[in-house]
């Protein structure tokens, strides 16, 4: 089969329907992984022609993420893209980055916010731009953005690899591991709509950089 989107979503009732139906317009299914929402996340999303899974309680992005990815596997999908709930991706370069990973042999390939770091909060453009900085220098990986949650990945390198984070730490636990086996992973310049993410975004600046950090040195 195709490739199929997944997007992990909590607490995203006022932006969830916007970016279903963005993702349900490039034409692949979609996949909303609803992370145990206190608000209407859900109801926003019932009558759309995607498939929704819920998780019983809050578990994180990365739990949320497994869970979409075990999704993908079970229903034959070669490949998923992975988009947050937020809105700050531009839904439109899902193809561009689907077809820059099939030309290029891809196994995982992050659409890069590089030239926008500098309009982020201090602490998350310079966490970014010394993630890349790390990640290349232990990996080689030739990626401009560590830490973007618009990607794309094979079902080779879902079923091989195990995964544990719950949080947002899982988007490196992934990478340090695909390293580890061998896999071809890259970077494609694609904007994002809010460099710095929106103001619905649950990603906590020092915890969650923190959990990132902590996750690199474990796999050093």
Known sequence: MATCIV??????????????SEALSTGLPVLIVNDGSQDETAEKVRELPLSLIALGTNRGKGAALRAGFQWALANGF???????????H???AVHRLTEAARTGGFDILIASRYSQFQEMASLRS???????????????FEISDSQSGFRYYSATVLRRLKLEADGYNLEMEVLLKAWRGGFVVGSLPIAARVADGRSTSHYRPVRDTWDICMTFLRYM
């Open 78 to 88: 070669h490949g998923v893209v992975t988009l947050d709930a937020d809105g700050q």
């Open 126 to 140: 310079s966490w970014n731009r010394f993630g890349v900085w790390c990640m290349k220098k232990r990996t080689g």
């Open 90 to 92: 531009e839904v439109e």
């Open 7 to 20: 997007i992990p979503a909590y607490n995203a009732e006022k932006t969830i329907f916007q970016v279903a």
